[in-house]
Every structure is written in structure tokens, then in C-alpha cells.
Nanobody, 123 residues
Framework: QVQLVESGGASVQAGGSLRLSCAAS????????IAWFRQAPGQAREWVTI????????YYHDYVKGRFTISQDNAKDTVYLQMNSLKPEDTALYYC????????????????RGQGTQVTVSS
């Protein structure tokens, strides 16, 4: 089992920055896929970043490319999402999710996910 806890969400003005954290515990060594996804009220979930640890690749959705950066601190089992140049359309509940699978692009079916952290960007 793996537990994920997100933090760092807040209310900011457009153009501002935030860093979200996703702290993992449990059998973290088994994890291959890590994703951040978000859901705005009344909207479908959409992926933001996907990391395939085995493949050594990280993918960013086009609407965050160049503004968001994922990093991780292996010693702390924590993944960070640095979000710069925030826009009102980035407002959403942000989740991190993880899975042992090699099918990392199937983020919707990841076995483990946190409770989410709210990001609100005002214009």
C-alpha cells in the first residue's frame, strides 16, 4: 500500500507561483508512475504531468508546458509541482496519484491518489 498526501495549495493572483508537494509513504519503492492531475468544478479531470520512472521520462500537458515543473526528493519520498505564471484557468483541485504499472499514460486508473489540494488563481 502507498499513501499520498498533497499540500501547498493556496489562493494567488494571476502571474503568481505556488509549489505543491506530494508526500508518499508505505511501499514507495514499488511505484513506477507518478502523476499530477486536476479537476475544476463542473469539469472533467485532466492530467497535468506524468512521470514514468522506469522509462526515465516526464510528460507535461500542453497547457502547463513551460510554466510547471515537477521534481522529487527521493530522501523524503516527496514529489513537488512548481507552478509559475499561474492563470485563472489553472484554478482546480490538484491531486497526485501513483501506480506500480508500466502503463503510465493510463493515469485515470492509477491505484493510489491523495485527497487533493486546492489552487485558486484570481485575475
Amino acid at each position: 500500500q502507498v499513501q499520498l498526501v498533497e499540500s501547498g495549495g493556496a489562493s494567488v493572483q494571476a502571474g503568481g507561483s505556488l509549489r505543491l508537494s506530494c508526500a508518499a509513504s508505505g511501499n514507495t519503492a514499488s511505484i513506477n508512475c507518478i502523476a499530477w492531475f486536476r479537476q475544476a468544478p463542473g469539469q472533467a479531470r485532466e492530467w497535468v504531468t506524468i512521470t514514468d520512472k522506469g522509462g526515465g521520462a516526464t510528460y507535461y500537458h500542453d497547457y502547463v508546458k513551460g510554466r510547471f515543473t515537477i521534481s522529487q526528493d527521493n530522501a523524503k519520498d516527496t514529489v513537488y509541482l512548481q507552478m509559475n505564471s499561474l492563470k485563472p484557468e489553472d484554478t482546480a483541485l490538484y491531486y497526485c496519484a501513483a501506480d506500480q504499472s508500466s502503463q503510465c499514460m493510463r493515469w485515470y486508473w492509477y491505484k493510489y491518489r491523495g485527497q487533493g489540494t486546492q489552487v485558486t488563481v484570481s485575475s
